[in-house]
């Protein structure tokens, strides 16, 4: 680890996994730290969300020195450390911040708000901060945001704020379905086949009304002419991903690339089936967006 003195650290503290890093008084990342500790882990209340922090970060921590922990993610949620409020869209990402209670003297954590939207209801917490990290970034930024992940969520941004936004469960549903529906039988665990992956988002943009009848077709094709599972498991993520796309990409006028932020392999298979539409985007990197967007909030 650097010998700069850590001056604040950001966590993105979501349902399964906590990822934190040490900051510099100049916001340059003097390490990181990973742990499974996320929300669904800790059922036992505030202070098992403080010793979980503790446990993972005790290696950064100065003796008479206390730091700063700014969060974001599932942590502010009613079941976390402390209920974070929304924000209500439109609105200016991630500008409020509610205070943990703690026991120790070594940190001070502030919890930043996620972003609620009424009509049609939807919530989001995490990705708010990536996207003040992209405004952060580029502050007269406007276009259209994919965040994919379990809940993919696709955003409106222009003038500084976060104008409209929905969330799609394509992530979570693929993992339904892989592992808990008739198609396990059929789905390797793991592997890519990229053309039968562009095939499949091909024909859900062509036939979106089809998805169910098409995703057991999986099933009678393995049955009856042996498909292959890695191909089975690129179709059903085409499908449902091309599901995704045909929705919200009938809605979309702009000829501007669309911005991507997530994990980069989740982010590349967006990017490959925007691309086979003809459809250009621009990718930021996860850890870029979360770190500037908690830069922010400290402001």
């Given at each position: 680890m650097s010998t700069t003195p850590i001056e604040w650290?950001?966590?993105?503290?979501?349902?399964t996994n906590l990822r934190c890093w040490a900051m510099s008084a100049t916001d340059a990342v003097l390490d990181r730290a990973q742990s499974d500790q996320?929300?669904?882990?800790i059922t036992s209340g505030n202070g098992d969300f403080e010793t979980a922090l503790l446990e993972l970060i005790k290696p950064w921590l100065q003796s008479g020195k206390r730091i700063p922990v700014s969060a974001c993610g599932m942590v502010g949620a009613k079941q976390g450390w402390i209920e974070a409020p929304y924000a209500l869209a439109p609105c200016a990402p991630t500008t409020e911040?509610?205070?943990?209670?703690?026991?120790?003297?070594?940190?001070?954590?502030?919890?930043?708000?996620?972003v609620k939207q009424l009509a049609p209801s939807d919530v989001m917490r995490g990705e708010e901060t990536q996207i003040a990290g992209l405004?952060?970034?580029s502050p007269h930024f406007s276009g259209l945001v994919c965040l994919p992940g379990t809940h993919t969520k696709w955003a409106a941004v222009s003038n500084g704020h976060l104008q409209f936004f929905n969330t799609y469960l394509t992530?979570?549903?693929?993992t339904l379905l892989a592992e808990q529906s008739v198609l396990r039988l059929t789905l390797a665990k793991d592997g890519w086949n990229e053309p039968a992956f562009l095939e499949a988002v091909k024909a859900a943009i062509e036939s979106p009304e089809s998805l169910l009848s098409t995703c057991f077709s999986l099933?009678?094709?393995?049955?009856l002419n042996h498909l292959d599972?890695?191909?089975a498991r690129s179709r059903l993520s085409g499908y449902l991903i091309g599901q995704e796309l045909s929705n919200v990409l009938k809605e979309v006028k702009s000829t501007e690339p669309i911005t991507l932020i997530g994990s980069e392999s989740l982010v590349e298979i967006y990017r490959v089936a925007l691309n086979s539409l003809g459809i250009s985007s621009e990718t930021i990197p996860n850890e870029t967006a979360i770190l500037a967007g908690l830069a922010t909030g400290r402001d």
């Amino acid at each position: 680890m650097s010998t700069t003195p850590i001056e604040w650290i950001a966590a993105d503290w979501g349902t399964t996994n906590l990822r934190c890093w040490a900051m510099s008084a100049t916001d340059a990342v003097l390490d990181r730290a990973q742990s499974d500790q996320g929300m669904s882990a800790i059922t036992s209340g505030n202070g098992d969300f403080e010793t979980a922090l503790l446990e993972l970060i005790k290696p950064w921590l100065q003796s008479g020195k206390r730091i700063p922990v700014s969060a974001c993610g599932m942590v502010g949620a009613k079941q976390g450390w402390i209920e974070a409020p929304y924000a209500l869209a439109p609105c200016a990402p991630t500008t409020e911040r509610v205070t943990a209670p703690t026991q120790s003297q070594d940190i001070e954590v502030f919890i930043h708000a996620g972003v609620k939207q009424l009509a049609p209801s939807d919530v989001m917490r995490g990705e708010e901060t990536q996207i003040a990290g992209l405004l952060a970034k580029s502050p007269h930024f406007s276009g259209l945001v994919c965040l994919p992940g379990t809940h993919t969520k696709w955003a409106a941004v222009s003038n500084g704020h976060l104008q409209f936004f929905n969330t799609y469960l394509t992530g979570e549903l693929f993992t339904l379905l892989a592992e808990q529906s008739v198609l396990r039988l059929t789905l390797a665990k793991d592997g890519w086949n990229e053309p039968a992956f562009l095939e499949a988002v091909k024909a859900a943009i062509e036939s979106p009304e089809s998805l169910l009848s098409t995703c057991f077709s999986l099933r009678a094709e393995a049955l009856l002419n042996h498909l292959d599972g890695i191909e089975a498991r690129s179709r059903l993520s085409g499908y449902l991903i091309g599901q995704e796309l045909s929705n919200v990409l009938k809605e979309v006028k702009s000829t501007e690339p669309i911005t991507l932020i997530g994990s980069e392999s989740l982010v590349e298979i967006y990017r490959v089936a925007l691309n086979s539409l003809g459809i250009s985007s621009e990718t930021i990197p996860n850890e870029t967006a979360i770190l500037a967007g908690l830069a922010t909030g400290r402001d």
